[in-house]
C-alpha cells in the first residue's frame, strides 16, 4: 500500500513538473522573442517608405475622388496589398467586384496591356497577378510574382503571395521556401511568421506552427 502512495505521488509530481515545463518553456520562447528583436541583426520589421506612404495616400485620394470607379478601386486594393494593409485590400478587391462584376476579364486586359507597355514595372506586374489570380489563372500570378521579385528582390509582399498562391494549389513544400526566403530578408514580417504558421499546421507540425503563430501575435502588436 504504502509502494502504491508512492507510486501515486511519485506519477503526480511528474504530472506537474511536466506541465511546469511545458509552461516554462512557453514563456521561454516569448521572452527569447523580445531579446531577440532588440539585438541589430537581419530582422528590420518592415515599415511603409515614404514613397509608398505617398503612393497610398494619392491613390486613397483617387477613391474618394471616383468612388464607383472599379479601377481606382482596385488600382487602390493592390496598393493596399503590397503597403501592409491586407484587411483593407481586401475589403477594396470585394468592392471592385460589386462595382463592375466584369472587373476580372476587363483588369486583366487592362493589365496585360500596361505591362507589355512598361516591362520594368513592378507595381504594375504586381496588379497583374493579381488579376490572373482573380481569373483562376494561379500559375500566371506566380510568375508574375515572381517578375516582381526579378525586379525588385526585397519585395516581401510578393514572397508571401507566392507563398500563399503555392498553399492554395496544395504545394506547402514551395510555400514555406517562399515564406523562409521572405524572412530572410525581414524576419519582422508578422504575415510572413503566420503563413509559416500554417504551413507547419499543415505538415501535422503542430509546435512549429504553435511557435510561428504566437511570433506573428507578438510582431502584430508590436505594429509589424
Known amino acids: 500500500m504504502t509502494n502504491d502512495k508512492n507510486q501515486m505521488t511519485n506519477k503526480s509530481g511528474n504530472d506537474k513538473s511536466v506541465k511546469l515545463f511545458g509552461f516554462k518553456r512557453f514563456i521561454w520562447i516569448l521572452a527569447f522573442g523580445f531579446w531577440i528583436s532588440s539585438f541589430g541583426f537581419p530582422a528590420f520589421g518592415w515599415r ?27 488600382d487602390l486594393a493592390i496598393t493596399m496589398a503590397y503597403t501592409n494593409n491586407i484587411p483593407d485590400g481586401w ?25 507589355t507597355e512598361n516591362r520594368n514595372d513592378w507595381r ?11 481569373n483562376d489563372k494561379k500559375k500566371d500570378a506566380i510568375r508574375e510574382l515572381d517578375n516582381v521579385i526579378l525586379l525588385d528582390p526585397a519585395n516581401v509582399w510578393a514572397f508571401g503571395y507566392v507563398a500563399l498562391i503555392y498553399g492554395e494549389l496544395g504545394d506547402i513544400d514551395r510555400a514555406m521556401t517562399y515564406t523562409r526566403n521572405g524572412l530572410k530578408l525581414d524576419s519582422n514580417v508578422a504575415a510572413l511568421h503566420l503563413l509559416l504558421s500554417e ?26
Not at 504594375?124 to 493579381?130: E, G, H, I, S, V
Not at 504551413?199 to 507578438?218: C, H, I, Q, T
Request: hydrophobic content about 40%; charged content about 30%.
Open 91 to 115: 475589403s477594396n478587391l470585394k468592392k471592385t467586384v460589386e462595382l463592375d462584376p466584369n472587373y476580372k476579364n476587363n483588369g486583366l486586359a487592362l493589365y496585360i496591356k500596361k505591362v
Open 124 to 134: 504594375l506586374r504586381f496588379r497583374l497577378a493579381f488579376a490572373y489570380y482573380f
Open 48 to 74: 511603409i517608405t515614404p514613397d509608398l506612404a505617398q503612393e497610398l495616400r494619392e491613390k486613397q485620394a483617387a477613391v474618394k475622388a471616383r468612388p464607383n470607379d472599379a479601377d481606382t478601386r482596385f
Open 199 to 224: 504551413g507547419y499546421y499543415k505538415k501535422n507540425d503542430s509546435w512549429g506552427g504553435f511557435v510561428e503563430r504566437v511570433e506573428a501575435l507578438r510582431l502584430k502588436a508590436l505594429g509589424y
